[in-house]
């Protein structure tokens, strides 16, 4: 067994083992951050989807992209970052025709998801 790596499997590194509970300085979202992205975006996709049809395509990316804002503020811009990833993927399955595919047939939409690969 020379030479091999032991390889630790835990927490994340900005948390202490023990408790689970974050290192001096960092907050809890410092730990949690990709968690809260996720449940960011699943959130607003299931408080969003009820009023698809009340709104245009385009004001949903605009109300996606605040939750963006919020989970990269908060938790810092790796999770910004995948939830920017997740919450286009969302828009664009769930808010965007032919819905329920990750189809993009209007140019006028490829235009509109701009704002999340620039906050990305």
């Known amino acids: 067994m020379t030479g091999e790596r032991e390889t630790k499997i835990g927490p994340h ?3 202490t083992v023990a408790s689970h509970v974050p290192a001096a300085g960092f907050s809890s ?3 949690h951050g990709y968690w809260f992205a996720r449940l ?3 959130a607003s996709t299931v408080v969003f989807l009820p009023g698809r049809a009340y709104f245009a395509k385009g004001q ?4 996606y992209l605040l939750v963006i804002l919020l989970v990269a503020s908060v938790a810092g ?6 939830s920017a990833v997740l919450a286009f993927l969302a828009w664009d399955f769930f808010f965007l025709p032919p819905y329920g595919t990750f ?3 209007d140019l006028r939409d490829w235009l509109a998801s701009s704002p999340f690969s620039s906050s990305a």
């Open 60 to 63: 949903w990316a605009l109300l």
């Open 103 to 105: 189809v993009i047939a």
């Open 40 to 42: 960011a975006i699943a």
């Open 13 to 15: 590194p900005r948390c």
């Open 77 to 82: 811009a790796w999770p910004g970052v995948v």
């Open 29 to 31: 979202l410092a730990c």
